[in-house]
């Protein structure tokens, strides 16, 4: 079984089933297309929901984990190499369980920078602001 304890996200937001990917999110555009992304790849993860009506994405123990306090981040266990590993940033974390997963990215250089290009769009141009 993994060991998240190293993490500090994981003392405020226990992981009920640390072999699953961790999901920190709320129900607003960046938080849901990240759950659109692990629903279609059909990666098992564990779902916390960070209330940040509450400010709780301010909470020391998530900023622990992304310093810009800000949903979604993600930690997944079994990251490159077997080791777990701590993501924030939507785009950042797409781009790496299409990657993980083998779907919705080529390996192909054109057909990967045509989705690059589709998703730094949408990050800089559709959904909640950075604000
Ligand atoms: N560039 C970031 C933006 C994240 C973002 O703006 N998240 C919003 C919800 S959609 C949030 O956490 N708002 C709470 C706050 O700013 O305190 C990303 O794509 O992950």
Known sequence: MPDLSSFPITQRWPASHPDRLQLYAAPTPNGVKVSIMLEETGLAYEPHLIDISN???????????????????????AGPDGRPIA????????????????QFISTEPGQRYETLAWVFFQMSAIGCSDS
């Open 87 to 102: 993501l924030w940033e939507s785009g950042a974390i797409l781009l790496y369980l299409a990657d993980k997963t083998g």
């Open 55 to 77: 400010n709780e994405s301010k909470d020391p123990a998530f900023v622990s984990l992304n310093p810009n306090g800000r949903i979604p981040a993600i930690i997944d266990p």
